[in-house]
């Protein structure tokens, strides 16, 4: 199409294979609209014979693949590269179904292509439609800034929505429902997530960057759907949903992710999560820094106020990086403990700056305190709780 234009998608199932999305052009799907995916993973390779914007393609899968624009990792069914104002636009009954094509050459041996790709672009718009099955992430942005997303259901599939490396980005009145993380990614900086409700089986925030806003968003952690990974070969190809076995319950409220897959441009931090209630989920936060998911630059500063966080098995872990220390702030803010975990630590932390609690309400913990390994400043105003301070020697064994 040249120069861009509206292409309007009427009432109906559509099956297709990948579609690639250029500069100027806006995707509006109708009420009833349905782009059903492909189920065979070869139908996702059109753009290798591009004419029009020709690529170089990279064959290879490995841990590294999606940090080239076109790989087998980075396929989708809307494929959006090098372009700038594209729009996706669904009216209320519109969705996008993935089918959770199966691609046993994919991530984990059985991931198929996201939903959306965007890449190296600018100025995106993504509102109104549902994404249902997403074989891999509903949303895998890379590189791009000027990034709006409204009023978008994740239904089923792997994460809501993954952005790595951008700026500028707008999420809010979405809901995720589904089996993997919401909003991940990390390198991000200006970002804004708000009004979002989470149902999921992992991580409601896998998130790094720099000035984020996260605010009056929900979660409820007995999940609706499973994680795919957990289910045996067979319903994996099949294309299931999720089964019994799968694990039912949001991990944790937030983790801080900063992987080996991009140079992080800015300093992590000035992150601020307000006015947010979490309802079952496992942890609230956790900074496990040296991992394999968290061994770029570490978080500085994140403060959680005016936060409700429901029934958590697990203490708050923080261990940060000793040369670029974290300042940990709660203000505000209520957890309380499930039944039959009583007994253990608010938090443990490692390597901080400054940890402060102030009116910290700790609800169903028969011996509210934190654990601290190294020293920092700790300041603590209204809040009930003790601080025991645990011998550098005595860490082993920690998460």
């Known amino acids: 199409m040249s120069g861009g234009g509206e292409v309007i998608v009427p009432c109906g199932v559509f099956r297709t294979g990948g579609l690639r999305l250029r500069s100027n052009v806006t995707l509006h ?15 996702y390779m059109a753009y290798l014979n591009d004419t029009i914007e020709p690529i170089e393609y990279n064959p290879d899968f490995t841990e590294s693949s999606s940090v080239y624009p076109y790989s ?18 669904g009216e ?38 549902t994404i249902k099955n997403s074989a891999n992430w509903a949303h895998a942005i890379f590189k791009t800034r000027d990034i709006t997303v409204q009023n978008v259901t994740v239904y089923a599939g792997h994460d809501g929505i993954d952005v790595r490396c951008c700026d500028n980005i707008l999420i809010e009145d979405c809901t995720f429902i589904t089996g993997d993380d919401g909003v991940a990614g990390f390198d991000n900086i200006n970002m804004i997530v708000r009004n979002c409700y989470f149902n999921l089986a992992c991580n409601a925030f896998r998130l790094g ?51 080996f897959r991009a140079e992080i441009r800015r300093t992590p931090g000035n992150i601020v999560v307000r006015n947010c209630e979490f309802e079952g989920s496992k942890e609230f936060f956790c900074l496990p820094y040296g991992g394999k998911w968290c061994c770029n630059r570490c ?58 609690l102030k009116n910290v309400k700790l609800v169903n913990f028969n011996n509210p305190r934190i654990e601290a390994y190294t020293d920092g400043e700790i300041e603590i105003e209204n809040t009930d709780i003790k601080v025991d301070k645990i011998k550098e020697t005595n860490i082993e064994g920690i998460k």
Request: net charge negative; hydrophobic share 35%.
């Open 29 to 43: 799907l109708l009420t009833g609209a349905i782009l059903e995916g492909s189920e065979n993973c070869e139908d």
């Open 72 to 89: 087998r990792w980075n396929n989708g069914l809307i494929k959006i590269v090098n372009a700038e104002n594209v729009s996706i636009i």
């Open 92 to 129: 209320p009954g519109s969705y996008i179904d993935g089918m959770n094509c199966y691609d046993s050459s994919g991530e984990e041996n059985y991931r198929g292509p996201h939903a959306i790709n965007i890449q190296n672009s600018e100025n995106i718009t993504l509102r109104g439609y």
């Open 209 to 259: 960057g720099t000035d984020i806003l996260i605010e009056n968003c929900k979660g409820d952690g007995a999940a609706r759907f499973g994680f795919r990974g957990s289910m045996p070969p067979h319903r994996k190809v099949l294309g299931l949903q999720t089964d019994e076995n799968s694990l039912r319950r949001m991990w944790a409220v937030f983790i801080y992710y900063c992987d």
């Open 299 to 356: 978080l500085r500063s994140i403060k959680f106020e005016n936060c409700k966080v429901n029934g958590i098995n697990t203490a708050l872990f923080v261990q940060a990086d000793p040369e670029e220390k974290i300042t940990l702030e709660f203000e505000n803010c209520e957890v309380s403990a499930q039944e039959g975990f009583e007994d253990m630590a608010f938090m443990s932390i490692r390597h901080f700056d400054k940890l402060s």
